[in-house]
Every structure is written in C-alpha cells, then in structure tokens.
C-alpha cells in the first residue's frame, strides 16, 4: 500500500504540499476472494492556487524543517517529509500532531539504541506477522524525515527500496 501513496507522488511536476493522513484515504477491493487496499491521495494540485502567505502556512508541508527555517518555496523534499511522518503515524499508531518532530525523534531515540518492535502500532504487534517489514518502512521514513532536505531520498528511491523488499518476501512466499 505504501508504493500506492510514492507512486503519484513521484511522477507529479509540482510538489503535493499538503501529504498528511486525512488526505490519504484507503479504499477496498474485493479481487477474487482476495482483499486489498488501495490508497487514494486527495487535495492534489492545489498549492499552486494558494496565494497568501498564511495560506501556504496551513500546508502540511510547511511543517517540514527548511520552511520553518525561512525558506518559503516548498518542494518536493517537503513532500518525501511528510510521506515519512505518514508512515511513522501508520507504523507507530501514533498522529504527528502539530509538532512533528515529536513522533520522529521519538521513534529515532527508540531506535537509536537497538531496532526494535517497541515503536510498533499494538495492532501490528498483535498479529505476530509483518514486523521485519514494519521495521524496513521505519528505516525508509527516518531517511525521509532528515532535518536536511538534501539527505532525504527521491520518492522514485523510497517507491524502489518499498517494492525491493516486496518482492523478497512475495518469493519467499511462494
């Protein structure tokens, strides 16, 4: 499901500006007894309509450390930002809240000493499966929530460490 959120996120021209899990929403589909989901991104496009200074404040992205620092013009580093924020919320069960840096030093003191489950959502947890997966999207979303937008990857580099790993355990499946 994650490469479903990097995928448009990748090939859009101009920044998506306002990633944040309100905006994503999770649609099912009933393939042939076999249930998946599929995310669909909302409020596309719309920054480049904005054109109050406070408007552009309201933004997810203006969340992101280079804006807060002064630098106005968002980018599509604020979006790799905010997809990693989004998945430390779907990892951890926890909302980033106003002050993001909350959530994603959290999990990096956490993980600073030993990788651990302990910042696993207790639902993930309970199901006993897909933790080495969890704790693969956990290294993938501190790269994205660097303070410095030039150490985040690309999102064509998040989509092809996501899909590097699917791979792996869709063979080791079968």
Request: hydrophobic share 40%; glycine share 6%; proline share 5%.
């Amino acid at each position: 499901m994650a490469a479903g959120l990097v995928i448009p996120l990748a090939i859009m021209l101009v920044p998506h500006a306002n990633l944040k899990s309100s905006n994503v929403l999770v649609q099912l589909h009933d393939d042939d007894d076999n249930n998946s989901y599929h995310p669909k991104l909302t409020d596309f496009g719309f920054q480049p309509l904005l054109t109050s200074p406070n408007s552009a404040q309201k933004l997810a992205a203006s969340k992101s450390p280079e804006f807060s620092k002064g630098k106005k013009k968002l980018t599509h580093k604020a979006d790799v930002y905010c997809f990693g924020l989004l998945l430390l919320e779907i990892i951890t069960g926890k909302l980033a809240g106003d002050d993001e840096d909350d959530l994603s030093e959290w999990v990096r003191s956490v993980v600073s000493n030993s990788w651990s489950t302990d910042i696993l959502d207790l639902e993930i947890l309970a199901t006993n499966q897909g933790h080495e997966e969890m704790l693969k999207l956990t290294e993938i979303a501190l790269e994205c929530t660097a303070a410095e937008p030039e150490r985040r990857p690309t999102m064509d580099e998040v989509l092809g460490r996501i899909q590097e790993f699917q791979v792996v355990d869709d063979g080791e499946s079968d």
